[in-house]
Structures are given as structure tokens and as C-alpha cells.
């Protein structure tokens, strides 16, 4: 790991002022994601600021009827809140589903939803990655492919999204709340808040230099029967090779959101006007313009069985 200096300013403000005069600067909070990519100098900043004391760790009700939850929520208070648990189901089962407890004890909720993927070849420091490294290429494309985005990719990368947490945000609808460093505040909705990769994959989201996560606000609950359904090669520790979060009301009608397919969790509302005729329509919709490679072509059909699961579920 390279040296680096550090700071713990008082404000959000101060801490977003304090990464934007610093190009090389990052923010750090239970740094599960960031340190070890910092040891395999993967991430290489030369400075950063600590964001656990801005006091952003705070679940409370909205106005309209919804929830706020502090960019520094940790995932496991946020699993275990009596009114996710009752109003948000997916979003505790999400959380449920990744990583072990140890690290749900550190990990926020803004750091969860920029978690940097877990395509193989971004970690091997000694292939080439366009995310990792911008224009050197991308070996995934003719390599080992199997746990890769099989829709929405480029020419310059296929990585997934590894997020859980994300995913379930997604079939809520949820916003994302910041703050940049002239104080200004901006509120970006999930959907927009990953992007794809295009030729710029080294970004991965649609923040600005220095823009600070402040919170995620949830809207007002929409009832039905919630279920998030995870398929990994392992039991637990493991990211998803497909993962489905569904929302599913008693007329049969719905919401569903994919991980493990794409740079970004994966939604196509207008395909969710299939459900009541199954999960093979749905997941046509869905999968329109999929390229799979030949490692990772089984995902097709593996989506539309997790959701298959996902609805026999939520329909029981």
C-alpha cells in the first residue's frame, strides 16, 4: 500500500471541498471496498478524507411517507430496522444476501452503492482493464467470461455491478441524496445514479469530482409481496451470477429488477407489464439486445428461472 495523508472534516460540505481541490483525494468510511483495492494498489489515492464523523447515520421518516437513510447507515442496522424489515422487505433481504456479518457491520450504505465490480480481470493488476486502467483494453472480451455482463456492455468493457443492496433500491425506486463542495445539494434517482459503461468505463456512476452520498430516501411503501433471490457458486460470501428483486402485488402485477447482467442493476419497466404472464415473457423483455459471450450465455436462461423462483415465491 502506498502512503497517503488524511483528514476528518466537520461537515459534508467540507469533506465534498476536500476531495474536489484534490483529484487524487478519496473518501473513506468503513473502507471495505476501498482498502483492499488500495492494497493491491489498484486505488492509489494520495489522500484521504474520513466521512464517519459528519453524522450522516440516521434512518428516519420522510414527509411523504417514506425513509432517509444516512449515507452512513452500516448494512447491518439497516437490514435489521423494524420498518424495513416491514415496509422495504427487499432491501433487508438484499442486504441479508451479501458479504458476511463482520463486514455488514462496517460497510455503509452510500459505500455499498459504490462498491467497484468484482470482474476478475480489474483485480489482476498484470491483464488489461479499460475500468482499472483507461485505454489499455479489455481482457475479459476474448477471456474467461462466465460471471460478466451479458447486456448493456461495450466494445470497452463487460464488467457487472456486484451490488445487492443496489439492486433492491433499484425495484424501490429509491433516490440518492448529495452534496457538492460549494454546498450545493442534488438529488439523482437510482436509475440514473450507475451508468453503463460506453467508452468511459473507468466511471462508474453519475457523480461529480467530489460530490458527497448524503443519503438514500426511499418513497412510500408500495405493499405487495417482496423477495430477493441471489444465485452464486457458493453458498454464502459470494456475488451473484443472477440476482432478481421482486416486487409482486395480489393481482399479479409487479416490479423487477436484475443483478449480475449488467454494469448497473438492471430494470425494464416496460417489460414488468408481462408478469401475470410469466417470468418467460418478462424475462424476453428484459434480456432485448442481450450479447452474451460464449462463457456466459447460460445467464440467459438462468435469469429467467430466478425469477421464475422469485414470483412462484412471492406468490405462495
Not at 432478481?244 to 454494469?263: E, K, M, N, P, S
Amino acid at each position: 500500500m502506498k502512503s497517503f495523508t488524511y483528514e476528518r472534516p466537520d461537515t459534508p460540505a467540507a469533506a465534498a471541498a476536500a476531495v474536489a481541490r484534490r483529484p487524487e483525494a478519496k473518501f473513506i468510511a468503513g473502507g471495505t471496498n476501498l482498502l483492499d483495492l488500495m492494497k493491491l494498489q489498484i486505488e492509489t489515492p494520495a489522500h484521504l478524507v474520513d466521512v464517519n464523523g459528519l453524522g450522516l447515520d440516521r434512518i428516519e421518516p420522510t414527509s411523504e411517507g417514506g425513509l432517509r437513510i444516512g449515507a452512513l447507515v452500516r448494512n447491518t442496522d439497516l437490514a435489521a430496522d423494524p420498518r424495513v424489515r416491514r415496509d422495504y422487505a427487499v432491501l433487508s433481504r438484499a442486504l441479508l444476501a451479501g458479504a458476511s456479518g463482520q463486514l455488514r457491520n462496517k460497510a455503509t450504505t452510500a459505500g455499498n452503492l459504490l462498491q467497484r465490480t468484482r470482474c476478475p480481470y480489474f483485480y489482476d493488476t498484470a491483464q488489461p482493464c479499460n475500468k482499472r486502467q483507461p485505454g489499455s483494453g479489455c481482457g475479459a472480451l476474448d477471456g474467461v467470461s462466465r460471471q460478466l455482463a451479458v447486456i448493456g456492455g461495450s466494445e470497452a468493457c463487460i464488467a457487472t455491478n456486484p451490488g445487492d443492496m443496489a439492486v433492491a433500491l433499484r425495484v424501490l425506486d429509491a433516490t440518492v441524496e448529495t452534496v457538492e463542495a460549494a454546498g450545493t445539494e442534488r438529488t439523482i434517482g437510482i436509475a440514473d445514479f450507475h451508468r453503463l459503461p460506453g467508452d468511459r468505463p473507468e466511471v462508474d456512476t453519475t457523480l461529480r469530482p467530489g460530490e458527497l452520498v448524503t443519503a438514500v430516501t426511499l418513497p412510500k411503501p408500495v405493499g405487495g409481496t417482496q423477495v430477493y433471490r441471489k444465485v452464486r457458486d457458493r453458498a454464502s460470501y459470494a456475488f451473484a451470477l443472477v440476482s432478481v428483486a421482486a416486487i409482486v402485488q395480489r393481482d399479479g402485477t409487479g416490479r423487477v429488477a436484475f443483478g449480475g447482467l449488467a454494469h448497473k442493476p438492471w430494470r425494464v419497466e416496460a417489460a414488468e407489464a408481462d408478469l401475470p404472464r410469466g417470468a418467460k415473457a418478462v424475462a424476453e423483455g428484459v434480456l432485448s439486445g442481450a450479447r452474451p459471450t460464449r462463457d456466459n450465455a447460460y445467464k440467459l436462461k438462468l435469469a429467467e428461472r430466478t425469477l421464475g423462483a422469485a414470483l412462484n415465491q412471492a406468490r405462495i
